[in-house]
């Protein structure tokens, strides 16, 4: 018996939220999913929205468990945040890719070490899952709920699943 995922996949709403635990630093933030955006939003909109506006955060990517759609809709997120998609399709995967993952987001802090100021304070990262997204910054104990944001109208998952193997409620 595995885990059973319930309710929506906000990304979205989850990566705005996620977005103010940094208070205008750059960081790094963790997505976790094992489906794409559920509540009428394009995440990969925000991120490109994101860049333009010189949001300096990248997102690294989890996909677990994921059809051809949904990796290509959770790597688009990766790719225009300049962050890293990994995809997970078994517990062992999901355990390498989660080190890969965290080295990519040690690489990119170095990387902007190099190029921000000492003085400035330390970045704070996020953990989204389908659930629920967290600050790693010990400081900020924020948690966003998984929930639709109440002016959204969620899409059904049924609407675009491709296969029934992979059809479990999120």
């Not at 630093?25 to 509540?39: A, F, K, N």
Request: hydrophobic residues 30%.
């Amino acid at each position: 018996s595995g885990l059973k995922p319930t309710g929506k996949t906000p990304i979205t709403y989850s990566l705005t939220e996620s977005l103010k635990d940094f208070e205008g630093r750059p960081g790094d933030i963790l997505l976790i999913s094992d489906g794409i955006e559920t509540c009428d939003a394009d995440p990969c909109a925000l991120m490109t929205e994101w860049k333009n506006s010189n949001v300096e955060i990248r997102v690294h990517v989890v996909g677990v468990g994921l059809n051809n759609l949904e990796r290509q809709a959770l790597a688009c997120i990766a790719r225009e945040s300049g962050g890293s998609y990994f995809d997970a399709d078994s517990a062992e995967q999901f355990s390498e890719v989660l080190e890969e993952a965290g080295s990519a987001i040690e690489q990119a802090e170095e990387q902007r070490e190099g190029t921000i100021e000492q003085a400035e304070a330390p970045e704070a990262e996020s953990v989204c899952d389908t659930f629920r997204c967290r600050s790693l910054d010990r400081s900020a104990s924020r948690a966003h709920t998984a929930d639709c944001p109440p002016e959204s109208l969620a899409t059904q998952r049924s609407d675009w699943r491709s296969s029934p193997t992979t059809d479990s409620a999120d």
